[in-house]
């Protein structure tokens, strides 16, 4: 049983185009995440919901919109995308804050741009 | 200064020595911590967490200085599957805002 799913594994499209990826978690936690990892292996955080609040929105452009029909789905729906999006983007999720908090993760998406 | 910092390496080392990572975090209400591996093309996984009173779990050791905001990972007896990029994690909570921030990763060369 995959812990944390996200589909597509990959995911080639051409500029201008509006593309989602989409992200389960069957922990039964409370918190999922969006994180990006660039080219240079460096994993930033993009969003954090908790129970289908966001909690977190970092300076993600606009364009990157996440959207949470309930607490055990995260979908990440990108609109106009550009060459700059791509990477590698990770889903996670942990339990609600409370300090000993560990994230697992989806295998990830790796979003080409052409 | 940036909210947590390792040294990106690579660290080249032979088998069987013994290699140590540290972390630096900036946040001092920073609660939680840990040790992440990632594999190429891999997500990252839980390696170990990081305890006050540091921890051990094999050929791994985790430590952690809270008054100088770092954590540390020994790795003894390095094997040739020891080889992979470590991220330092910290988790701030605060007002619900649960932030799990990673460092950019040490990567681990174990030379045969």
């Known amino acids: 049983d995959t812990a944390v799913s996200q589909t597509p594994k990959y995911l080639v499209t051409q500029m201008g185009n509006d593309k989602s990826i989409k992200c389960e978690q069957n922990?039964?936690?409370?918190?999922m995440y969006w994180y990006k990892q660039d080219s240079k292996k460096f994993l930033k955080i993009m969003f954090s919901?908790?129970?289908?609040?966001?909690?977190i929105n970092e300076t993600v452009p606009n364009r990157f919109s996440p959207k949470s029909p309930d607490k055990a789905h995260l979908n990440l729906h990108i609109n106009s995308l550009e060459l700059g999006d791509s990477a590698v983007y990770f889903c996670?999720?942990?339990?609600?804050?409370?300090?000993?908090?560990?994230?697992?993760f989806g295998q990830g998406t790796r979003l080409t741009v052409v | 200064r940036k909210e947590v910092e390792q040294d990106p390496g690579p660290f080249n080392v032979p088998e069987g020595a013994t290699v140590a990572f540290n972390c630096t975090y900036s946040?001092?209400?920073?609660?939680?911590f840990f040790w992440y591996r990632q594999d190429c093309r891999k997500e990252p996984k839980l390696l170990m967490s990081v305890y006050s009173s540091g921890n051990e779990d094999g050929r791994f050791t985790a430590q952690l200085n809270r008054a100088s905001q770092y954590i540390s990972l020994l790795i003894r007896d390095s094997k040739l599957s020891d080889s992979a990029t470590y991220l330092c994690v910290v988790n701030t909570s605060m007002n619900r805002d649960d932030k799990i921030i990673f460092g950019k990763g040490t990567r681990l060369h174990i030379l045969p």
């Open positions: 919901y908790n129970n289908k609040e966001l909690i």
């Open positions: 996670a999720s942990s339990q609600e804050a409370g300090g000993g908090t560990e994230a697992f």
């Open positions: 946040n001092s209400a920073s609660q939680s």
């Open positions: 922990l039964g936690h409370d918190t």
